[in-house]
């Protein structure tokens, strides 16, 4: 999926990154799948995440991990 998400021009949604919730087992995999997706696609893409927030934070997580590892337009 990120090797078309990179070849085409338009910006682009990649989704299941977590893998229907097997990269999330612990905090540390959930973010090593986050930081694997968005250095696989390009700066103009971003990733559609299912949360369920009922036991940790996950919606902070991600905002987190998505500060943390995606790339502006143009970097």
């Given at each position: 999926?990120?090797?078309?998400?990179?070849?085409?021009?338009?910006?682009?949604?990649?989704?299941k990154v977590l893998a229907a919730g097997r990269k999330?087992?612990?905090?540390e995999s959930a973010r090593e799948a986050l930081r694997w997706?968005?250095?696989?696609?390009?700066?103009i893409d971003g990733v559609i995440v299912g949360m369920y927030p009922r036991f940790t934070?996950?919606?902070?997580?991600n905002v987190r991990y998505a500060r943390e590892f995606a790339r502006?337009?143009?970097a």
């Open positions: 999926m990120t090797a078309v998400m990179r070849q085409v021009r338009q910006p682009c949604l990649g989704f999330c087992a612990s905090e997706a968005f250095g696989a696609i390009k700066p934070d996950e919606v902070g997580a502006p337009p143009g």
